[in-house]
């Protein structure tokens, strides 16, 4: 059962690809180009040099960590919407302390990933706290944290630490960046994300307490009556989801924004809740979703100066590969569906 349930989570997301790719070739073909050229430079755009393949893991290092954050999260059970608001004040502590603090280099850089992992925790386990102690929902909570999250961040970069007459922070000092990754244009922070996702993984299916959160998670009244204390995971779900949108907030500040600007970090909390969704909350899959997004925005636009053919037909495959994805797994979901695929397979075996 474990085999076919495993081997269903795995076909639906690259049944979703192909069915995606497939209608944006007919798109494609309706536009008058051709589409093995469009997916060749697609291709070629994203990884066909040193150059592209490390815009491409640049693009997808704060995918990575925004995924990560719903992976976490929604294996304990908790809906934290909230990944771009976290994100963000993760970036603000960084940037704090890089802008303000007489340390550079290492240290500095330490002490800004360490502030902004406690910034994005701290931010998420607001609510956290309203959840456990108050009942209300998280969704509409987070959400709303995000709004609070990108408002305060205008009156960092417009006020506290504006940089002279222009609305932006001043630049983080360069002793304190991040140095780039193995010379590609990405820098350390994608292996770093990397190693996080591992890490996650690890946590969450090879050791007790990660055994714990995910019981939590899938049924927390038996995990109640079962002596689990749910209110402290729920909490610390929280915590540490929004601990690791933070960290890559601070990152992604440190290593390629170097500064806070309008419409830092937009988008990137419910892109990292669909690519979670698609990755089925594996986060190792969903480091890979990542990558693969950020290669179709990547190369979309080699595309388009080589075809012709428009960008947005990369969103609309984007868009495509989300809504089949999540329609699949609903439909799986379904007792008639599964009644008939199980007394299918049994007969089968």
């Not at 089949?324 to 799986?332: E, K, L, S, Y």
Request: aromatic share 10%; hydrophobic share 55%.
């Amino acid at each position: 059962m474990k085999r076919r349930d495993l081997l269903v989570t795995i076909i639906i997301p690259v049944i979703s690809i192909l069915l995606s790719f497939v209608i944006g070739a007919i798109i494609i073909a309706a536009l008058g180009a051709s589409p093995l050229d469009a997916l060749r430079y697609l291709w070629k755009g994203a990884f066909g040099n040193v150059r592209n393949l490390g815009t491409t893991f640049s693009r997808a290092t704060p995918l990575i960590f925004t995924t990560l954050c719903a992976c976490f999260a929604y294996r304990c059970g908790v809906f934290n919407l909230g990944g771009e608001g976290q994100f963000i004040i993760g970036a603000i502590a960084a940037c704090y302390i890089a802008t303000k603090s007489p340390l550079t280099g290492f240290p500095a850089i330490l002490l800004c990933a360490a502030a902004g992992a406690l910034g994005g925790g701290l931010w998420a386990g607001a609510a956290g706290l309203l959840k456990v102690y108050r009942g209300q929902n998280e969704m509409i909570i987070t959400i709303m944290l995000n709004y609070v999250a990108t408002l305060f961040m205008g009156v960092v970069f417009t006020n506290w630490l504006r940089d002279g007459s222009v609305p932006q922070t001043v630049a983080v000092p360069e002793e304190t960046q991040l140095a780039s990754f193995l010379g590609l244009r990405a820098t350390v922070a994608f292996p770093v994300a990397v190693i996080v996702g591992i890490l996650i993984y690890y946590f969450l299916f090879w050791t007790s307490s990660g055994f714990q959160f995910r019981a939590v998670g899938l049924n927390m009244t038996a995990a109640k009556v079962n002596g689990f204390n749910v209110r402290r995971y729920i909490l610390m779900s929280f915590i540490v989801s929004g601990a690791i949108a933070g960290l890559g907030g601070a990152l992604e500040l440190l290593g390629t924004q170097l500064r806070l600007i309008n419409g830092f970090a937009s988008g990137y909390g419910f892109d990292g809740v669909a690519m979670a969704l698609i990755a089925s909350l594996h986060p190792l899959a969903g480091i890979l979703v990542a990558i693969f997004f950020a290669a179709l925005r990547v190369g979309s636009t080699t595309m388009q100066t080589a075809t012709g053919v428009p960008t947005s037909v990369s969103d609309i495959i984007q868009a495509l590969v989300i809504v089949f994805t999540v329609a699949g797994m609903a439909m799986v979901r379904l007792p008639g569906f599964r009644n008939k695929f199980l007394q299918k397979a049994g007969k089968e075996a």
